[in-house]
């Protein structure tokens, strides 16, 4: 089992920035791969970033040059650095950690962030 708890979400301004940070806990040896996901009203679920245990990062065409995903040598903490935000970044954002032991992985309890234009 991993358990996921995300922070740093908020109202913020077009334009501005903001980080999330996911901590994993658990059996974080057996993490392949993190991202963060993005869930905006009457929308589904999309992928936002994602970094391997080992490999290259990989980002949605919407945020590129914007975003930047980055974890620590423990690999057990991911950020999620936001900047010149936009309204439609407008999403409650999900830490995901992918493992070999269940479908989809693991997942975070969400954290809003609201850019106002």
């Known amino acids: 089992q991993v358990q996921l708890v995300e922070s740093g979400g908020g109202l913020v301004q077009a334009g501005g920035s903001l980080r999330l940070s996911c901590a994993a806990s658990?059996?974080?040896?057996?993490?392949?791969?993190m991202g963060w996901y993005r869930q905006a009203p009457g929308k589904q679920r999309e992928l936002v970033a994602t970094?391997?245990?080992?490999?290259?990062?990989n980002y949605a065409d919407s945020v590129k040059g914007r975003f930047a995903i980055f974890t620590n040598n423990a690999k057990n903490i991911v950020w999620l650095q936001m900047n010149s935000l936009k309204p439609e970044d407008t999403a409650v954002y999900y830490c995901?950690?992918?493992?070999?032991?269940?479908?989809?992985?693991?997942w975070g309890q969400g954290t809003q962030v609201t850019v106002s234009s």
């Open positions: 658990g059996s974080i040896f057996s993490i392949n791969a």
């Open positions: 970094i391997p245990r080992a490999g290259r990062t």
């Open positions: 995901n950690a992918l493992t070999g032991t269940k479908v989809g992985g693991f």
